[in-house]
């Protein structure tokens, strides 16, 4: 008896679940990884000798993290308190909204990074005036730094907005708010100690999707002539055979270490732990 | 503490306040100038044929030439089929990690992994499933060898609308699983204590009390993945070279191929596709009205 | 606490990307040296020095083994001392053209001061005003039909069609179009692209036209052999790249003699693989060089194509296996290094479209390859 309920008890279907899904996902880095290895049965790893041979390799992932982890920040900024005023005050905004946030898919890549190009590499004129307020964006580093960080956030929109969306649906806002505010708390003390930290394993999943989305592109990167990691892959990798294969796989554990840390950093995942 | 008492809006009275509004308008400018302006030109180019004239024939293509409605009805297909599967497979992981009782651990692993795995698409992505499944693949290799099946003559092919969403599941499910994650830790432990103690068994658990409640959460994840394998080009071109002619596929021929097209019908084309999310997504806001009843 | 933990968390997190994206150094490149070279004629040292002033070069879709532009650019950088702007490696004609009408009013670095394109894209650019008329100091050397006479555009380099083959997984290799049709090759070839946009994947159809009894002037037979391939199961959907011919998926490729060329110096005898150039259907295919219109580093530009066009450009184009537009001329003069030479594979017969017979052949093989190859996947009613 006792061990017929200790077999209840135990998640025998979530392993099942867990170990097809686990294979299913593995088998093909697996195929990946045994390429990339057999270049030249003396030395297995030459693929990824030559790839790290080269200085840029470093100087472009870590440029692109940068930038990941600004486009996350402002996606936070912005996108949380929207999801949060239309949850509890303008439900009327919510279809349109979700209908902006899921614009990004149909919008091919290519033709909003032309769009960001025509619109911001004319200056900025004071109206009916001369007067030039700002260097067109395209013309400085931190001008075309804010451009693509915008299409980032663009990109990243539909992912950061659902995640959040759901993990704000999963909590009482509005409970939370009026006793928030029946204690005397301002909005912006509400936003960022109350409805944030209720919502960090929702952050946390739209964060590493926006990471990954970031640190992988490259249509928007490459025509606004910034050095990130996803056009230095592709110059480097087009034509090759294995360092592709190499350079894939390296790409894939180095933005799982990173998104690791990103967990680490923001102290775990998951409100009320256990649930049932 | 002079503040003013918060009128929480009950439903039914609509409110015109536009000082309301302002709450939304940071989001909405920022979509307006980084998301509009720029592709405004989707919109003018598509009224326009390859000589500059204004015209609606590239609109009137896009229900009178048989390969753009069946593009559609392709996109369709594969975005509708991947959206499920890679839903329900997507959930059930989720579940295996939160509710279903495995190591603490696991769910990390499998939250990170998933991350990086949603956005693991485009020649990559093709590149590693041939070198699995492909001819001359691994897998391929040990059924062949070990198991004496030949995955090939029995009639499997990887190049097919099957072995495409085969492929596209590998950044659907991660997606289902760090969207739905979330939502299942918001069940919470008192409501199965409750049922159980009013005598339900785990079905009826399920069918009653939590999959109502997770409901919503899974449409709104569906709608994405929907969108997400409806824009997805990368990848099916990488592995079908065109063969399986999806919207994506012939907006890209028309766009940026190498040869002189009608950049219009592109860009019509690419309004169609909005025009498609726009009604997927009143299907959508249709389904979870109804669902939503459930909570409150 | 936790909260506001986190709170201070997110705010130095924030600090410190602002700190950093304020910081980014610019893309990392030395000083410019004074010039190195100290070129004989005066209107070339005036624009080495005009170039200079301007500082960079922005270039669109030169991916580095192709014609082996990697060495190129190094030795241009190096030589004059002028930073390069690479822009998306990747890019098709009409990505190139596209970015050149986005830029119109960009002076910055995203505006492309040169590009590579398809020969039908020469004269289609000079229609529209997008590009600008230089004349080379070599111009009388390279052949008047693959050029424009006033100057707007000018082939670079060319390739003939061939087989790339993976020896280790078949040994048996193809030495003519009619020969992929052995059932010996049941799922072994791919195109390298898709032949309703790709160039490339066009003209391969083209070729095999020539082969097939057709003319430059009648694509048909292309259409008709390519249909056969595919009912045959020897053509498979997959778009070819080297990494698949490696592995063994696509042991047959269908690509430019140069980028069969450099795949294979690239393996590096793993696998084994060699290039057929077929023996009959030898289809030429030109690239033409323009800069744009809206150029924000024109004097750049034209130093650039004083550089690709002198011999040292074209030799090391010639590197990488390309056969540039002015062989002729410099194989008559001798200045053509012997080993190179050798390695250059014999091409003769190798037949030049006009623009003319290009454009209706594109246009017959692209409307009607879906009909051809059967490959309408139709969606379920």
Same mark, same amino acid.
């Given at each position: 008896?006792?061990?017929?309920?200790?077999?209840?008890?135990?998640?025998?279907?979530?392993?099942?679940?867990?170990?097809?899904?686990?294979?299913?996902?593995?088998?093909?880095?697996?195929?990946?990884?045994?390429?990339?290895?057999?270049?030249?049965?003396?030395?297995?790893?030459?693929?990824? $000798?030559?790839?790290?041979?080269?200085?840029?390799?470093?100087?472009?992932?870590?440029?692109?993290?940068?930038?990941?982890?600004?486009?996350?920040?402002?996606?936070?900024?912005?996108?949380?308190?929207?999801?949060?005023?239309?949850?509890?005050?303008?439900?009327?905004?919510?279809?349109?909204?979700?209908?902006?946030?899921?614009?990004?898919?149909?919008?091919?890549?290519?033709?909003?990074?032309?769009?960001?190009?025509?619109?911001?590499?004319?200056?900025?004129?004071?109206?009916?005036?001369?007067?030039?307020?700002?260097?067109?964006?395209?013309?400085?580093?931190?001008?075309?730094?804010?451009?693509?960080?915008?299409?980032?956030?663009? %990109?990243?929109?539909?992912?950061?907005?659902?995640?959040?969306?759901?993990?704000?649906?999963?909590?009482?806002?509005?409970?939370?708010?009026?006793?928030?505010?029946?204690?005397?708390?301002?909005?912006?003390?509400?936003?960022?100690?109350?409805?944030?930290?209720?919502?960090?394993?929702?952050?946390?999943?739209?964060?590493?999707?926006?990471?990954?989305?970031?640190?992988?592109?490259?249509?928007?990167?490459?025509? %606004?002539?910034?050095?990130?990691?996803?056009?230095?892959?592709?110059?480097?990798?087009?034509?090759?055979?294995?360092?592709?294969?190499?350079?894939?796989?390296?790409?894939?554990? %180095?933005?799982?270490?990173?998104?690791?840390?990103? $967990?680490?950093?923001?102290?775990?995942?998951?409100?009320?732990?256990?649930?049932? | 503490?002079?503040?003013?008492?918060?009128?929480?809006?009950?439903?039914?009275?609509?409110?015109?306040?536009?000082?309301?509004?302002?709450?939304?308008?940071?989001?909405?400018?920022?979509?307006?100038?980084?998301?509009?302006?720029?592709?405004?030109?989707?919109?003018?180019?598509?009224?326009?044929?390859?000589?500059?004239?204004?015209?609606?024939?590239?609109?009137?293509?896009?229900?009178?030439?048989?390969?753009?409605?069946?593009?559609?009805?392709?996109?369709?297909?594969?975005?509708?089929?991947?959206?499920?599967?890679?839903?329900?497979?997507?959930?059930?992981?989720?579940?295996?990690?939160?509710?279903?009782?495995?190591?603490?651990?696991?769910?990390?692993?499998?939250?990170?992994?998933?991350?990086?795995?949603?956005?693991?698409?485009?020649?990559?992505?093709?590149?590693?499933?041939?070198?699995?499944?492909?001819?001359?693949?691994?897998?391929?290799?040990?059924?062949?060898?070990?198991?004496?099946?030949?995955?090939?003559?029995?009639?499997?092919?990887?190049?097919?609308?099957?072995?495409?969403?085969?492929?596209?599941?590998?950044?659907?499910?991660?997606?289902?699983?760090?969207?739905?994650?979330?939502?299942?830790?918001?069940?919470?432990?008192?409501?199965?204590?409750?049922?159980?103690?009013?005598?339900?068994?785990?079905?009826?658990?399920?069918?009653?009390?939590?999959?109502?409640?997770?409901?919503?959460?899974?449409?709104?994840?569906?709608?994405?993945?929907?969108?997400?394998?409806?824009?997805?080009?990368?990848?099916?071109?990488?592995?079908?070279?065109?063969?399986?002619?999806?919207?994506?596929?012939?907006?890209?021929?028309?766009?940026?191929?190498?040869?002189?097209?009608?950049?219009?019908?592109?860009?019509?084309?690419?309004?169609?596709?909005?025009?498609?999310?726009?009604?997927?997504?009143?299907?959508?806001?249709?389904?979870?009205?109804?669902?939503?009843?459930?909570?409150? | 606490?936790?909260?506001?933990?986190?709170? *201070?968390?997110?705010?130095?997190?924030?600090?410190?990307?602002?700190?950093?994206?304020?910081?980014?150094?610019?893309?990392?490149?030395?000083?410019?040296?004074?010039?190195?070279?100290?070129?004989?004629?005066?209107?070339?040292?005036?624009?080495?020095?005009?170039?200079?002033?301007?500082?960079?070069?922005?270039?669109?879709?030169?991916?580095?083994?192709?014609?082996?532009?990697?060495?190129?650019?190094?030795?241009? +950088?190096?030589?004059?001392?002028?930073?390069?702007?690479?822009?998306?490696?990747?890019?098709?004609?009409?990505?190139?053209?596209?970015?050149?009408?986005?830029?119109?009013?960009?002076?910055?670095?995203?505006?492309?001061?040169?590009?590579?394109?398809?020969?039908?894209?020469?004269?289609?650019?000079?229609?529209?005003?997008?590009?600008?008329?230089?004349?080379?100091?070599?111009?009388?050397? *390279?052949?008047?039909?693959?050029?424009?006479?006033?100057?707007?555009?000018?082939?670079?380099?060319?390739?003939?069609?061939?087989?790339?083959?993976?020896?280790?997984?078949?040994?048996?290799?193809?030495?003519?179009?009619?020969?992929?049709?052995?059932? +010996?090759?049941?799922?072994?070839?791919?195109? #390298?692209?898709?032949?309703?946009?790709?160039?490339?994947? *066009?003209? #391969?159809?083209?070729?095999?036209?020539?082969?097939?009894?057709?003319?430059?002037?009648?694509?048909?037979?292309?259409?008709?052999?390519?249909?056969?391939?595919?009912?045959?199961?020897?053509?498979?959907?997959?778009?070819?790249?080297?990494?698949?011919?490696?592995?063994?998926?696509?042991?047959?490729?269908?690509?430019?003699?140069?980028?069969?060329?450099?795949?294979?110096?690239?393996?590096?005898?793993?696998?084994?693989?060699?290039?057929?150039?077929?023996?009959?259907?030898?289809?030429?295919?030109?690239?033409?060089?323009? *800069?744009?219109?809206?150029?924000?580093?024109?004097?750049?530009?034209?130093?650039?194509?004083?550089?690709?066009?002198?011999?040292?450009?074209?030799?090391?184009?010639?590197?990488?296996?390309?056969?540039?537009?002015?062989?002729?001329?410099?194989?008559?003069?001798?200045?053509?290094?012997?080993?190179?030479?050798?390695?250059?594979?014999?091409?003769?017969?190798?037949?030049?479209? #006009?623009?003319?017979?290009?454009?209706?052949?594109?246009?017959?093989?692209?409307?009607?390859?879906?009909?051809?190859?059967?490959?309408?996947?139709?969606?379920?009613?």
């Amino acid at each position: 008896m006792n061990f017929w309920s200790r077999l209840r008890r135990f998640p025998l279907w979530s392993w099942i679940w867990f170990i097809i899904g686990g294979l299913y996902f593995v088998l093909p880095l697996l195929a990946t990884f045994e390429f990339s290895l057999s270049w030249d049965p003396e030395i297995p790893f030459k693929a990824y $000798q030559r790839a790290f041979e080269d200085n840029d390799f470093w100087e472009t992932f870590i440029y692109s993290n940068i930038l990941a982890l600004a486009t996350i920040v402002v996606s936070i900024i912005l996108i949380v308190p929207t999801a949060y005023w239309i949850r509890l005050r303008l439900p009327e905004a919510r279809r349109l909204v979700e209908f902006i946030t899921l614009m990004p898919f149909v919008v091919p890549a290519i033709i909003l990074v032309f769009g960001l190009i025509r619109i911001y590499s004319s200056p900025f004129n004071i109206p009916f005036t001369d007067i030039r307020l700002m260097q067109p964006l395209t013309n400085f580093k931190a001008g075309t730094n804010i451009l693509i960080v915008a299409g980032y956030m663009v %990109l990243a929109m539909p992912y950061m907005y659902r995640s959040v969306d759901t993990g704000m649906r999963t909590v009482d806002i509005r409970t939370l708010t009026e006793a928030a505010q029946s204690l005397g708390a301002n909005w912006y003390t509400i936003v960022t100690k109350i409805i944030l930290p209720n919502i960090r394993s929702a952050l946390l999943s739209g964060a590493l999707l926006t990471f990954a989305i970031v640190v992988g592109e490259v249509t928007l990167a490459s025509f %606004l002539g910034v050095d990130a990691f996803g056009p230095y892959l592709f110059l480097l990798g087009q034509h090759r055979a294995y360092e592709p294969a190499a350079l894939s796989f390296v790409s894939f554990l %180095l933005t799982w270490l990173a998104m690791g840390l990103i $967990q680490l950093f923001t102290g775990g995942q998951g409100q009320a732990a256990g649930a049932h | 503490m002079a503040q003013t008492a918060i009128q929480l809006k009950s439903s039914g009275t609509a409110t015109t306040n536009w000082r309301v509004w302002l709450g939304v308008a940071p989001f909405l400018l920022f979509a307006f100038l980084f998301l509009f302006l720029p592709s405004l030109r989707l919109f003018t180019a598509s009224f326009t044929d390859s000589d500059g004239n204004f015209t609606l024939s590239n609109i009137i293509q896009l229900f009178s030439e048989p390969f753009i409605v069946n593009a559609y009805k392709l996109s369709i297909q594969i975005s509708a089929v991947t959206a499920v599967g890679g839903g329900i497979l997507g959930f059930l992981m989720a579940y295996a990690v939160t509710v279903g009782g495995l190591p603490r651990s696991l769910r990390s692993v499998l939250i990170t992994f998933s991350g990086v795995a949603s956005n693991f698409a485009g020649v990559p992505l093709a590149f590693a499933f041939v070198a699995t499944l492909g001819r001359q693949g691994f897998i391929t290799h040990i059924l062949r060898d070990y198991l004496g099946v030949n995955i090939y003559d029995a009639g499997f092919n990887l190049y097919s609308f099957a072995g495409l969403s085969l492929v596209y599941m590998y950044f659907q499910f991660p997606l289902m699983v760090l969207i739905m994650a979330p939502a299942l830790d918001g069940l919470k432990r008192e409501w199965r204590e409750a049922a159980e103690n009013l005598g339900a068994t785990t079905t009826q658990y399920w069918l009653r009390v939590a999959l109502p409640v997770l409901l919503p959460s899974i449409l709104g994840a569906m709608i994405l993945l929907f969108g997400n394998a409806f824009g997805a080009y990368a990848t099916a071109y990488a592995l079908t070279g065109g063969r399986i002619g999806i919207v994506t596929i012939q907006i890209g021929a028309q766009i940026r191929g190498d040869v002189l097209y009608n950049p219009g019908l592109g860009y019509a084309m690419a309004i169609g596709m909005v025009v498609i999310m726009a009604v997927s997504l009143a299907g959508y806001s249709w389904l979870q009205a109804k669902t939503e009843r459930w909570l409150r | 606490m936790k909260p506001r933990k986190s709170l *201070i968390n997110l705010f130095s997190l924030l600090l410190l990307v602002s700190i950093a994206l304020a910081a980014c150094a610019p893309a990392a490149t030395e000083a410019p040296p004074a010039a190195t070279d100290a070129p004989a004629s005066d209107p070339m040292s005036d624009l080495v020095a005009a170039a200079q002033a301007e500082g960079m070069l922005t270039t669109i879709a030169l991916p580095h083994d192709w014609c082996n532009y990697g060495e190129v650019i190094e030795t241009f +950088k190096a030589k004059y001392g002028l930073e390069v702007n690479e822009l998306n490696p990747d890019a098709g004609s009409a990505d190139e053209i596209e970015a050149i009408k986005a830029n119109k009013d960009n002076t910055g670095p995203q505006a492309p001061d040169v590009i590579d394109v398809g020969f039908s894209f020469g004269e289609s650019s000079k229609a529209e005003g997008l590009i600008q008329p230089y004349k080379v100091s070599t111009w009388d050397s *390279i052949p008047a039909d693959a050029k424009d006479p006033d100057g707007y555009w000018y082939g670079d380099y060319y390739g003939v069609l061939s087989f790339l083959v993976n020896t280790d997984v078949q040994p048996d290799v193809p030495q003519d179009w009619a020969d992929l049709l052995d059932p +010996k090759y049941n799922g072994q070839i791919a195109l #390298s692209g898709d032949p309703r946009a790709s160039n490339q994947a *066009i003209q #391969s159809v083209y070729a095999a036209a020539l082969a097939n009894g057709g003319s430059l002037d009648n694509a048909q037979p292309g259409l008709d052999f390519f249909a056969d391939l595919n009912a045959a199961g020897n053509l498979i959907p997959l778009i070819a790249n080297n990494g698949l011919v490696a592995t063994g998926e696509i042991p047959i490729r269908i690509t430019w003699d140069y980028n069969a060329l450099a795949a294979i110096d690239t393996f590096e005898g793993n696998p084994n693989a060699t290039v057929v150039v077929p023996a009959s259907g030898r289809f030429a295919g030109v690239y033409v060089q323009a *800069i744009s219109a809206y150029a924000p580093h024109p004097n750049a530009a034209k130093l650039w194509m004083e550089f690709l066009y002198s011999d040292e450009g074209q030799t090391l184009w010639m590197k990488g296996y390309c056969h540039p537009i002015r062989e002729a001329d410099m194989r008559a003069r001798g200045v053509i290094p012997a080993d190179l030479l050798a390695k250059l594979p014999d091409v003769s017969g190798a037949v030049f479209p #006009s623009l003319a017979q290009l454009n209706a052949a594109a246009e017959l093989i692209t409307t009607n390859w879906d009909a051809a190859v059967g490959a309408d996947v139709q969606a379920a009613p």
